[in-house]
């Protein structure tokens, strides 16, 4: 049996951006990327903790250090500058391997979404 399971969180980042006209996904500081395990191309869910929205799309890089949370295309229309997100991926797995994982949990810093 396999079973699907948190594989990463980034909890509690803040929207930099919202770009209509962009292709779509989520722009993500690489840092954080690589801090949760999160690969370009990945599917991740949206959780807007502002308004309840909850979303997908799929990730990719944005500039390192910068802080930059952007939705782009459609799910531009589901935030606001300065919402507060927790982004969260997702993996399937066996239930005995699932029994014993450990997600990678981030949790930058709340006012510039940087790494402590």
Avoid: C
């Amino acid at each position: 049996m396999q079973v699907q399971v948190v594989k990463s969180k980034i909890h509690r980042v803040k929207v930099t951006g919202a770009d209509l006209n962009y292709i779509g996904s989520i722009t993500i500081d690489e840092d954080l990327m690589d801090a949760a395990g999160i690969i370009q191309g990945e599917k991740i869910q949206i959780v807007n903790n502002n308004n309840g929205e909850r979303l997908e799309t799929y990730a990719i890089p944005g500039p390192r250090s910068s802080g930059e949370i952007t939705l782009n295309g459609a799910a531009a229309r589901k935030v606001a500058v300065g919402d507060v997100l927790i982004l969260i991926t997702y993996a399937w797995m066996p239930l005995a391997d699932a029994k014993s994982f450990n997600p990678s949990l981030v949790f930058p810093n709340e006012e510039n979404n940087l790494l402590n």
